[in-house]
């Protein structure tokens, strides 16, 4: 049976018919369910099939966010790791087992690099020098904006290490700044497998109907 899934994003309100097998825009029906910030917020752990945020001691994980962590893991809920994704304004990372997130950290690295302009491919000396010295974030974007994307991804990496470090990893995203996270894993000995923001869209709404 189908149902009609209000999606909350931050340009508009988006309607979705969902079966256990498919999702599509639609334009017409009333919502059988909400996935948005306005929902009751639940504390960590917390299983990621919900429709509002997560927040507490553990982290913060708006409901878009977190639809789209389910649906990087829906197709195997016994997977556990953790879930980067890239969502202007922040980057979450979320730890996920069995179905459940367990705690997330969020940053504004989005945020900056709009902000800033920053754009291009990764260069790795330059994330390395920040990852290593990430004191060293501003004068570096001063001194070297043409690498600005590679230096907030070293500081991001640094300020999340516990997260990705010996962990499984999943990222959601698109375009520069999700290449440029998933290419400094890789070189830092994390390999990522990847999910692109409509393709987790879909998944985690239909998860949700299930």
Do not use: K
């Not at 070293?154 to 290419?183: E, K, M, N, P, S």
């Amino acid at each position: 049976m189908a149902r009609i899934i209000a999606l909350d994003t931050p340009n508009r309100t988006a309607l979705w018919r969902v079966t256990s097998d498919d999702a599509t825009p639609t334009d017409a029906g009333q919502p059988d369910l909400t996935v948005s910030d306005s929902a009751p917020a639940q504390s960590f752990p917390a299983r990621l099939a919900g429709l509002g945020p997560l927040r507490g001691d553990a982290g913060y994980l708006p409901a878009l966010a977190r639809l789209l962590t389910l649906g990087a893991v829906a197709e195997n809920p016994n997977w556990d790791g953790i879930v980067l994704v890239i969502l202007s304004p922040h980057a979450h990372w979320t730890h996920v087992s069995a179905g459940e997130a367990i705690s997330a950290l969020a940053t504004v690295t989005p945020t900056l690099v709009q902000a800033l302009g920053a754009d291009g491919l990764l260069d790795q000396p330059a994330m390395e020098e920040i990852m290593s010295r990430p004191e060293r974030l501003t004068s570096a974007l001063a001194a070297d904006p043409d690498h600005a994307l590679s230096h907030l991804v070293g500081a991001d990496l640094a300020a999340a290490r516990r997260w990705w470090l010996g962990h499984q990893l999943r990222l959601v995203g698109d375009g520069a700044l999700a290449d440029a996270f998933a290419d400094a894993l890789m070189t830092q000995g994390a390999p990522v497998a990847r999910t692109d923001i409509a393709t987790a869209t879909r998944c985690g709404l239909m998860a949700l109907a299930t």
